[in-house]
């Protein structure tokens, strides 16, 4: 069991090495003879052609390989239509934003970031069920292999009116793809459930990646790895760290701020006020100065106080003009 396992991790070495050095292997024997190809088809085949490619020396991107940012490269090369998601600063919040087949952006109102369903699938590169119907409605042709692109525009850290672009691939879910299945069947006609299941596979089989029945453990941990890798900044963890200092975390730090405290921790709200208006107040300087004791000489014990000094008598009073 032990020998079999160490074989198949390096079994899964070896794959991972392989396509790095080899990336001509990735593609597909069918793909390159299909007239229509999917957007992950076509992913690949970029990743190959740029695999090919010597890092080019510039200022921005010295140290870039040419396989990074696929699909920024794919959108503009194939100008691919996207979802477009604007993020302001402060509490201006984000807006949606889609481009018709005149070329006008519609842009809809804009959402406070408490409202943060949407950010959520985004982070997580899944399509939200909500816009769905939105997006089959719009004028443009958006979906490919039931898969979206959203582009991000950040104009969080902009002072000038230019924005951080990015794009994201948002993947179907099965949430998606039962809306998906309910809007086709609700046509009017009769749908048996044999129908539903038979379009259902149909829409699995065309918006699902390659499916991999090898029993190999080697497999297993070639996806774990793939995973990490894809997943290793944005781990449960490091999301709970960010969202301290997310924009609708500080303003409901503010709004509790504001709030009293509730009739239990009224001890609680004295001593904030206290705390507060000692850090308003001047400081004090409580240090005590040096105290100085009095020296005497000792030879002050012995000076002749007659020789320095001389009395007069005045009745009954006497002055001493020491």
Same mark, same amino acid.
Not at 170 to 196: F, M, S, V, Y
Not at 226 to 236: D, G, I, P, S
Not at 271 to 294: F, H, I, Q, T, Y
């Given at each position: 069991?032990?020998?079999?396992?160490?074989? /198949?991790v390096?079994? /899964?070495d070896?794959?991972?090495?392989?396509?790095?050095?080899? &990336?001509?292997?990735?593609?597909d024997?069918?793909?390159g003879?299909? =007239?229509?190809?999917?957007?992950?088809?076509?992913?690949?085949?970029?990743?190959?052609?740029?695999?090919? $490619?010597e890092?080019?020396?510039t200022?921005?991107?010295?140290?870039?390989l040419p396989?990074?940012?696929?699909?920024? =490269?794919?959108?503009?090369?194939?100008?691919?239509?996207?979802?477009?998601?604007?993020?302001?600063?402060?509490?201006?919040?984000? !807006?949606?934003?889609?481009?018709? =087949?005149?070329?006008?952006?519609?842009?809809?109102?804009?959402?406070?970031?408490?409202?943060?369903?949407?950010?959520?699938?985004?982070? %997580?590169?899944?399509?939200?069920?909500?816009?769905?119907d939105? +997006?089959? $409605?719009?004028?443009?042709?958006?979906?490919?292999?039931?898969?979206?692109?959203?582009?991000?525009?950040?104009?969080?850290?902009?002072t000038?009116?230019?924005? #951080?672009?990015?794009?994201? @691939?948002?993947?179907?879910?099965?949430?998606? @793809?039962? *809306?998906?299945?309910?809007?086709?069947?609700?046509?009017?006609?009769?749908?048996?459930?044999? #129908?539903k299941?038979?379009?259902?596979?149909? +829409?699995?089989?065309?918006?699902?990646?390659?499916?991999c029945l090898?029993?190999?453990?080697?497999?297993? +941990?070639? /996806?774990?790895?793939?995973?990490?890798?894809?997943?290793? +900044?944005?781990?449960? &963890?490091?999301?709970r760290?960010?969202?301290?200092?997310s924009q %609708? %975390?500080?303003?409901?730090?503010?709004?509790?701020?504001? *709030?009293?405290?509730?009739?239990?921790?009224?001890?609680?709200?004295?001593?904030?006020? $206290?705390?507060?208006?000692?850090r308003?107040?001047?400081?004090?300087?409580?240090k005590?100065? =040096?105290?100085?004791?009095?020296?005497? &000489? /000792?030879?002050?014990?012995? @000076?002749?106080? !007659?020789?320095?000094?001389?009395?007069?008598?005045?009745?009954?009073?006497?002055?001493?003009?020491?």
């Amino acid at each position: 069991m032990q020998g079999s396992l160490s074989r /198949a991790v390096e079994y /899964a070495d070896y794959l991972v090495q392989s396509a790095y050095k080899q &990336p001509a292997r990735l593609r597909d024997a069918t793909s390159g003879s299909s =007239k229509w190809k999917s957007i992950h088809q076509k992913l690949v085949d970029l990743y190959i052609e740029q695999s090919g $490619k010597e890092t080019e020396d510039t200022e921005t991107e010295q140290e870039l390989l040419p396989t990074t940012h696929l699909l920024d =490269k794919l959108v503009h090369k194939e100008k691919l239509n996207c979802l477009v998601v604007n993020l302001y600063p402060g509490n201006e919040g984000y !807006s949606l934003m889609l481009k018709g =087949k005149t070329g006008v952006d519609s842009e809809t109102i804009r959402l406070p970031y408490e409202e943060s369903e949407l950010l959520e699938y985004i982070d %997580a590169e899944q399509l939200p069920p909500i816009l769905v119907d939105l +997006l089959e $409605k719009s004028q443009a042709n958006i979906f490919y292999s039931g898969c979206v692109i959203v582009e991000l525009r950040d104009y969080r850290r902009s002072t000038n009116g230019s924005c #951080d672009t990015k794009y994201v @691939l948002l993947e179907p879910t099965p949430q998606t @793809l039962l *809306c998906d299945i309910n809007a086709i069947t609700n046509d009017g006609h009769r749908w048996t459930q044999e #129908d539903k299941f038979t379009l259902e596979s149909q +829409l699995l089989l065309a918006t699902q990646e390659p499916l991999c029945l090898d029993p190999s453990v080697a497999v297993t +941990l070639v /996806a774990n790895r793939l995973q990490y890798e894809k997943h290793k +900044l944005n781990t449960v &963890p490091l999301k709970r760290a960010v969202k301290k200092y997310s924009q %609708a %975390a500080v303003n409901r730090k503010r709004k509790f701020a504001q *709030c009293p405290a509730p009739s239990s921790l009224k001890l609680h709200d004295f001593l904030a006020k $206290k705390k507060d208006k000692l850090r308003s107040s001047p400081p004090v300087n409580l240090k005590v100065g =040096k105290v100085e004791n009095d020296f005497i &000489p /000792a030879a002050v014990y012995f @000076l002749n106080i !007659s020789k320095w000094c001389s009395c007069f008598v005045l009745g009954n009073i006497t002055i001493s003009n020491n």
